[in-house]
């Protein structure tokens, strides 16, 4: 939800400025700006659509030569996604630009102030008042620091601000509250960045801000402080990945490479998860097992597909901890008045750590005495930081829009979560532990035998682009499989994409069923053998009304064969692990679907990666 970038130093900051935005253009693409200040004051940029035509427009009007600079690239909330509203915004005087990302809630009333005392503003955005406050501030004599932590106590919502000021051009100045910042820290240069894949490939020395913090930046470093003026501390650390990380690696998308780095990335999530005596440890487990000992209810939150994986969490923890577990989308939590005490552990679960609808619910629960663990991909980022408790999944950087990595890891650490319940509350005998961790040890190897089996995915994939609808059907773990292959489909392919519980069909959808509808089935294990007759019935049923089915079942299952006008086959794992393996090709089918119809599939029309509003 907007990339925001800022740089002070020796290098030209239009280079490292644009190379920033181009890494954090996953974050929104309706439009993208510059603002430089230099010994010729200030100069600005920015252009309707996607990064490229401010690059163009740069080409045919170069900007002068600057080492300081901010930009943006825009998920547009307030107002149409035109010029106008692009970021930066400019003081009246020109003096102050500003980028923003969030939402500004009291714009309307401070607007109308400024309008009563005769400022013009342009644009339909929220941001643009910031800019005159700032300029107003700094024509009273103020420094552009002073300036902003002014400003940021009048403003409410969700904001990260990066402004510079033409009269004092080796300074930027930033602000967050909730929403995401992050500062590189450089040899005589200092960075921005809404994350860190803004300055990797420049230094990978990070600073994390604090809720409501004010960062200056110059060469000769940062300083941070307060809203009211205070000196305060930021939290380095240093980035564990580099920039091939945030590189295509020679495939044509971001996804495509993300979908192949699966073996690794769930590899590495479970990497270090064994003590020396072969019990399950988590490190970043800050509950003690008293604390876990009491727990009686977990409510689990998350949006979109980190939803899905908290679906499949449901199924792993009921079953080998018995204790009841509610899955709820972070966006409807808080106000159906949810029970909450001590005793209910509030699970959260996102890729990027900063989604708002799930800041919002934890917040809430936390309010309500819940002690709250996050499952979070990106490190440093809000969430965690306001959880009691934290699993990192391992994934590295995620910059499709469509999360696939992001996914499977995150049901990785929903499986560990589980086991390591289980363990705590005696639920499970150790052996058995242990059999399930062996088994998650293997996935990796079961991934890579699914992708190989891409080019007779991608095919099939073609063959569907005149399709106008099509249905995903799953049962108990393969319900939420089902429901996120749809979401894929949706979101890339722009194709209207329905799952479904397979044995809901017949009480209302199944009427959606007409000669030639795709139906991408998923086939539990037969292990399951209830399941597995109950999925066949449902397969039977659609294809009996003319669908044409592709099914996903194991290996060796061929009771399936009559029913499947296409069939992918999956590795044979146990029911509750099959949503690692059956997800796989779904993402395949999705990803070449997308491509094929020519759309953008890292960036797809209306999205961004990390939603920062509510
Ligand atoms: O970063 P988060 O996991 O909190 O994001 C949640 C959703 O916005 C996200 O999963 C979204 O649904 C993806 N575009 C799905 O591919």
């Known amino acids: 939800m907007c990339g925001i970038v800022g740089y002070v130093g020796e290098r030209s900051a239009q280079d490292v400025v644009i190379e920033g935005l181009r890494r954090l253009e996953y974050r929104g693409y309706d439009s993208a700006g510059i603002a430089l200040v230099g010994a010729h004051g200030l100069a600005s940029d920015k252009r309707a659509g996607k990064l490229a035509n401010l690059e163009k427009a740069i080409a045919d009007h170069p900007l002068p030569a600057a080492t300081t600079g901010i930009g943006h690239t825009r998920w547009a909330t307030h107002g149409a996604p035109n010029d106008v509203n692009a970021h930066p915004h400019l003081g009246a005087a020109r003096r102050v630009a500003v980028v923003h990302n969030g939402i500004i809630e009291n714009f309307a009333e401070l607007r109308a102030r400024l309008e009563d005392d005769d400022h013009?503003?342009?644009?339909?955005?929220?941001?643009?008042?910031?800019?005159?406050?700032?300029?107003?501030?700094?024509?009273?004599?103020?420094?552009?620091?002073?300036?902003?932590?002014?400003?940021?106590?009048?403003?409410?919502?969700?904001?990260?601000?990066?402004?510079?000021?033409?009269?004092?051009?080796?300074?930027?100045?930033?602000?967050?509250?909730?929403?995401?910042?992050?500062?590189?820290?450089g040899e005589g240069e200092s960075f921005l960045g809404s994350d860190v894949a803004a300055?990797?490939?420049?230094?990978?020395?990070?600073?994390?801000?604090?809720?409501?913090?004010?960062?200056?930046?110059?060469?000769?470093?940062?300083?941070?402080?307060?809203?009211?003026?205070?000196?305060?501390?930021g939290r380095r650390y240093h980035v564990d990945w580099d920039l091939s990380a945030a590189e295509k690696d020679g495939h044509d998308w971001f996804m495509r490479k993300e979908i192949f780095e699966q073996p690794r990335a769930v590899a590495d999530?479970?990497?270090?998860?064994?003590?020396?005596?072969?019990?399950?440890?988590?490190?970043?487990?800050?509950?003690?097992?008293?604390?876990?000992?009491?727990?009686?209810?977990?409510?689990?939150?998350?949006?979109?597909?980190?939803?899905?994986?908290?679906?499949?969490?449901?199924?792993?923890?009921?079953?080998?901890?018995?204790?009841?577990?509610?899955?709820?989308?972070?966006?409807?939590?808080?106000?159906?008045?949810?029970?909450?005490?001590?005793?209910?552990?509030?699970?959260?679960?996102?890729?990027?750590?900063?989604?708002?609808?799930?800041?919002?619910?934890?917040?809430?629960?936390?309010?309500?005495?819940?002690?709250?663990?996050?499952?979070?991909?990106?490190?440093?980022?809000?969430?965690?930081?306001?959880s009691d408790a934290v699993i990192y999944t391992h994934a590295g950087p995620e910059?499709?829009?469509?999360?696939?990595?992001?996914?499977?890891?995150?049901?990785?650490?929903?499986?560990?979560?589980?086991?390591?319940l289980a363990q705590v509350k005696g639920t499970r005998y150790g052996d058995e532990i242990d059999q399930v961790l062996g088994q998650l040890e293997a996935v990796p190897g079961q991934i890579e035998a699914v992708l190989e089996q891409a080019p007779a995915i991608?095919?099939?994939?073609?063959?569907?682009?005149?399709?106008?609808?099509?249905?995903?059907?799953?049962?108990?773990?393969?319900?939420?499989?089902?429901?996120?292959?749809?979401?894929?489909?949706?979101?890339?392919?722009?194709?209207?994409?329905?799952?479904?519980?397979?044995g809901e069909l017949k009480h209302g959808p199944i009427a959606l069923v007409d000669q030639g509808l795709p139906v991408l089935c998923v086939v539990p294990p037969q292990g399951r053998d209830q399941l597995h007759d109950k999925m066949l019935s449902g397969i039977q049923e659609v294809r009996a009304r003319g669908a044409r089915t592709i099914c996903l079942a194991e290996e060796g299952d061929e009771r399936i064969t009559p029913y499947a006008d296409e069939l992918i086959r999956l590795p044979r794992v146990p029911v509750l692990l099959q949503p690692l393996v059956a997800v796989v090709p779904l993402q395949l089918f999705a990803c070449e679907l997308a491509t094929a119809l020519g759309h953008d599939v890292d960036q797809p029309r209306n999205l961004a990666k990390s939603v920062t509003v509510e």
């Open 120 to 185: 013009v503003l342009v644009s339909e955005t929220d941001t643009e008042i910031a800019a005159h406050l700032l300029e107003l501030q700094v024509q009273s004599g103020v420094d552009l620091t002073t300036a902003m932590q002014r400003v940021c106590s009048q403003l409410e919502g969700a904001f990260t601000l990066v402004a510079v000021d033409a009269d004092d051009p080796e300074r930027v100045v930033a602000a967050r509250r909730n929403s995401p910042l992050v500062v590189g820290i």
């Open 199 to 233: 300055f990797i490939e420049h230094t990978r020395e990070a600073l994390e801000l604090g809720q409501d913090q004010v960062v200056t930046l110059t060469r000769a470093g940062v300083e941070v402080s307060t809203f009211d003026g205070r000196p305060a501390e």
């Open 269 to 386: 999530s479970l990497l270090g998860r064994r003590s020396a005596s072969g019990r399950l440890q988590l490190d970043e487990m800050r509950l003690s097992d008293q604390e876990l000992r009491d727990v009686t209810k977990i409510i689990i939150i998350a949006c979109g597909t980190s939803f899905y994986a908290g679906m499949v969490a449901k199924y792993a923890i009921e079953h080998w901890c018995r204790i009841p577990v509610e899955v709820e989308l972070a966006s409807e939590f808080r106000y159906r008045d949810p029970i909450l005490d001590y005793s209910t552990l509030v699970v959260a679960i996102s890729q990027s750590g900063e989604t708002a609808d799930t800041l919002q619910a934890i917040r809430h629960a936390r309010v309500q005495r819940s002690k709250v663990l996050a499952i979070c991909n990106t490190n440093g980022s809000t969430i965690p930081r306001e």
């Open 399 to 420: 910059i499709g829009v469509a999360s696939t990595k992001g996914f499977l890891t995150q049901l990785v650490a929903c499986y560990l979560l589980a086991l390591y």
């Open 458 to 502: 991608y095919e099939l994939a073609r063959t569907h682009r005149d399709s106008g609808s099509v249905l995903f059907l799953g049962r108990h773990a393969g319900y939420p499989v089902a429901l996120e292959g749809a979401l894929k489909l949706k979101e890339l392919a722009y194709l209207h994409a329905e799952g479904f519980a397979a």
